[in-house]
């Protein structure tokens, strides 16, 4: 079955400091994945995608993530973390054919000044 | 482009009663889906809609909850009666169609049940 698995809970970094935040996903064939973000009352973002082709993704606010199929990963990362990006950032996986969304739990991103 | 709309923000309610929550998707979208999304936890998928047609509704609690997309425009998601266990934020998202992955989301519906 597919599946979502965000290790971190919940992670804090100081501003200006980089940022990774894990995804390990489960699935039998070329997955789609997907970073979405979540503020605080607010539906979910789309920060970036992956259908095919180069492994490194680029999406909006600076954000960049890369696939790694020997390791079913694609985690999210940022050079340089703002404030305004304490958030909480959902890691998904594409169901081909059907046209669904399998989240991961999330990871809570703090940021300190 | 308007978003996703999504009615109430925000309701309170006690166990056993009715309630009721409205989404109106991006104009144009064929595919809806209502998420259930509990405090902790990512999104999961209740229901979703082709048109007015229902796609998927393996995890629809279905002796208590309802959906509906009657022009395949507009929908209404009920819970009738309500459990604690329902205190979520319920989340609409819309798509233009069939092979598109990258879902639009409304800012949600909050409810407590008490």
């Known amino acids: 079955a597919q599946s979502v698995t965000q290790p971190d809970i919940h992670i804090t970094v100081s501003e200006g400091a980089s940022l990774e935040l894990r995804c390990n996903y489960s699935y039998g064939a070329t997955p789609y994945l997907f970073w979405y973000v979540q503020s605080p009352g607010q539906g979910l973002q789309l920060l970036l995608k992956y259908f095919s082709g180069d492994t490194l993704v680029q999406g909006i606010k600076g954000f960049e993530a890369e696939f790694k199929r020997s390791q079913s990963s694609f985690n999210l990362r940022k050079p340089s973390v703002h404030w305004s990006d304490a958030a909480e950032y959902f890691c998904?996986?594409?169901?081909?054919?059907?046209?669904?969304?399998?989240f991961g739990a999330g990871t809570r991103l703090a940021v300190h000044p | 482009e308007a978003g996703v709309a999504q009615s109430p923000r925000y309701k309170i309610i006690e166990k056993r009663q009715s309630v009721a929550f409205w989404c109106n998707p991006i104009?144009?979208?064929?595919?809806l889906y209502w998420y259930q999304q509990i405090l902790g936890q990512g999104p999961k998928l209740l229901i979703q809609?082709?048109?007015?047609?229902?796609?998927?509704d393996s995890q629809l609690p279905k002796d208590r909850f309802s959906a509906e997309r009657l022009k395949g425009v507009d929908s209404t998601l009920k819970i009738q009666p309500a459990k604690l266990e329902d205190s979520a934020v319920y989340l609409c998202a819309s798509v233009t169609g069939t092979g598109t992955y990258e879902q639009y989301f409304g800012p949600g519906t909050r409810l407590t049940v008490t």
């Open positions: 809609f082709q048109n007015n047609g229902v796609v998927d």
């Open positions: 998904a996986v594409g169901v081909t054919g059907y046209n669904k969304l399998i």
């Open positions: 104009s144009g979208h064929a595919t």
